[in-house]
C-alpha cells in the first residue's frame, strides 16, 4: 500500500523528490475470521521507498503529463512463526520491487464549488527485488502487478483539506513460492487524510489506509477459501512545510484485520522539489 498521506496532490510541475521511511510492526496474525493464529509470531519491517517524479510544464488533455519511479529497500524481520513443518522465521534485507509508471495532474478545477486536484496513474511493479523461494517473508514479490489509481484533493477553505486516493491492482502468479504456485488476488485499497492548518508552516489531522481482497488466492491453481485480506487504519499526522520541503509524520493503527499481520505502521514522508 502506498504510504501517502495529508495534502496528496496539487504541486506544481518539475522534478521531485520523496524519501519514505516506514515501520510497520505486526504484533498477531488474523485468519479469514479475523481471529488470532497461534504460533505465527510476529513480523516487523523497515522500508526506505525513494520515489522519482516528474511533472511536465505542458498539457495533455488538460492535464500535466507525470512519470513516477520508485525504487524500495526493505528489510524484515519474523520471528516466533511456523507454519505446519515450515519455520516463518527469517531476517533479510535488500532491494524492492521497481515499480514504473505515467500519470496525468489536473489542478484548477473545482467540486461542490471547493478547489480541487486530480491524478490518475498506472503502475507497473517488475520483480526486480530480492527474492528466495525459502523465504515466506522477502523484499521482493517475484510477480509482476498493474496497479492503477485516481487521487483527489479537495481545499476546504478557510483552513481545511481532504485528500483520497483509490486503487486496483491485479497481481502476476509467482511459480516459486514455499508453498507452490501461487497467485494472489486482485485487490482494491485507498488511503484517506483529513488535516487543517495550524500557523503558517503546519497542518495536523488524521491519515489511514484500506484494503480489501477481491478475489481468493490461487495456489497450484486451486482457490483457498477464506483467503481475502482486509485491513482498516487510522491515525495521527503532522505536516510541516516551507518552500521546496515538506515532511510529513503519520502514525496509523490498523483494526478489522483478515488474513494479515495486525499491527501499525509509522511513516516519516519527505519531499523535495528541485
Known amino acids: 500500500m502506498c504510504a501517502t498521506t495529508l495534502l496528496d496532490g496539487g504541486p506544481p510541475p518539475g522534478f521531485y523528490y520523496l524519501n519514505y521511511a516506514i515501520f510497520t510492526e505486526g504484533k498477531k496474525f488474523r485468519d479469514g475470521d479475523g481471529n488470532e493464529v497461534a504460533n505465527m509470531g ?3 519491517t523497515f522500508s526506505q521507498l525513494h520515489q522519482f517524479y516528474y511533472i511536465a510544464d505542458f498539457n495533455v488533455l488538460g492535464a500535466h503529463p507525470a512519470l513516477d519511479v520508485l525504487v524500495p529497500v526493505a528489510a524484515l524481520t519474523a520471528r516466533g512463526g511456523t507454519a505446519g513443518p515450515f519455520s516463518l522465521n527469517s531476517n533479510t534485507a535488500g532491494l524492492g520491487d521497481l515499480v514504473v509508471g505515467p500519470a496525468l495532474h489536473w489542478d484548477g478545477r ?3 464549488g471547493k478547489p480541487v486536484f486530480h491524478r490518475v496513474e498506472i503502475d507497473l511493479t517488475i520483480p526486480t527485488g530480492k527474492y528466495s523461494k ?21 481545499i476546504l477553505p478557510p483552513k481545511w483539506e481532504t485528500s483520497w486516493r483509490f486503487f486496483y491492482a491485479h497481481h502476476s502468479e509467482n511459480k516459486d513460492h514455499l508453498f507452490g504456485r501461487l497467485k494472489p488476488g486482485a485487490v482494491v485499497h485507498a488511503n484517506y487524510a483529513l488535516s487543517r492548518q495550524v500557523g503558517e508552516k503546519w497542518r495536523v489531522g488524521a491519515a489511514g489506509y484500506y484494503l480489501q481482497q477481491l478475489r481468493e488466492d490461487e495456489l497450484n491453481g486451486a482457490k483457498q477459501v477464506k483467503s481475502k485480506e ?3 487504519s487510522i491515525g495521527p499526522a503532522v505536516h510541516y512545510g516551507v518552500p521546496g520541503w515538506s515532511l510529513v509524520v503519520s502514525h496509523p493503527v490498523e483494526f478489522a484485520v483478515r488474513n494479515r499481520f495486525q499491527g501499525s505502521r509509522t511513516t516519516l514522508q519527505l519531499i523535495h522539489r528541485f
Open 230 to 232: 482486509r485491513v482498516v
Open 134 to 154: 525459502d523465504q515466506l517473508f522477502n523484499p521482493g514479490s517475484n510477480l509482476h502487478t498493474i496497479e492503477a489509481y485516481y487521487s483527489l484533493v479537495m
Open 42 to 44: 510476529k513480523l516487523n
Open 110 to 112: 473545482t467540486l461542490f
